[in-house]
């Protein structure tokens, strides 16, 4: 069975700070891969999605992540925090089946 | 907009209860799940349906059933409410290739 693992529960981090939030799976054949925010009162979005060609995938507000085939990862970043970026990120992947959640990670930023 | 709504923000029940929530969406899509969500735990799938009433079990399906009578509308049945039920649930629906887009979410609590 696939699973996800989103390597930090919760992280903290001051305005302007870069932003790297870890995703890996096991699976071995072809994924969709995707990240879903989910702000304070809000319901959950999808920030940027993989499905296939550049690995270097660009999301709405100044998000990307990086589909590694080789390391079965799909990592988040972003270069520059605000404090609006405050949220619950969710790591997803779709392989044969089912799309599989990471348990996500709870990131604030600190004005 | 893709839009998915759900019945209810916040719902009290009590032990022993038939709850229902209810789900819509009018984008036409013909997947549409539940899930639930727990801290920690990020969000389970408990069933999903490809097609009117068509269901299947995802990973939590016990003490749970689905109705989808309609192309726009699935339903969430908790025949009868127990404390670890207390969860936030979240709808979702997508095409049969796509993302999913979720609800805003329906608190339960199970005293």
């Known amino acids: 069975a696939q699973s996800v693992s989103q390597h930090n529960h919760h992280v903290i981090l001051s305005e302007a700070a870069s932003l790297e939030l870890g995703c890996n799976y096991s699976?071995?054949?072809?994924?969709?891969l995707f990240w879903y925010v989910q702000y304070p009162g809000q319901h959950l979005q999808l920030l940027l999605k993989?499905?296939?060609?550049?690995?270097l995938v660009k999301g709405i507000k100044g998000f990307e992540a990086e589909f590694i085939k080789s390391k079965f990862s799909f990592n988040l970043r972003k270069p520059s925090v605000q404090w609006s970026d405050t949220a619950e990120y969710f790591c997803a992947v779709k392989g044969w089946g089912k799309l599989q959640f990471g348990a996500g990670t709870q990131v604030v930023v600190t004005p | 907009d893709v839009k998915v709504t759900q019945s209810s923000r916040y719902l009290v029940k009590r032990t022993g209860e038939k709850v229902f929530l209810e789900c819509v969406q009018d984008m036409d899509h013909e997947n549409m799940f539940w899930y639930r969500q727990d801290p920690g735990l990020g969000l389970r799938l408990i069933y999903f349906s490809y097609d009117v009433k068509m269901k299947e079990k995802g990973d939590i399906p016990e003490g749970y059933s689905v109705s989808r009578e309609k192309k726009e509308r699935f339903s969430l049945i908790l025949e009868s409410a127990s404390t670890n039920q207390t969860s936030m649930y979240l709808c979702?629906?997508?095409?049969?290739?796509?993302?999913?887009?979720f609800g805003p979410g329906t608190r339960l609590t199970v005293l």
């Open positions: 993989y499905f296939s060609g550049d690995p």
């Open positions: 979702a629906s997508s095409s049969r290739i796509n993302e999913q887009f």
């Open positions: 699976y071995g054949g072809t994924v969709n």
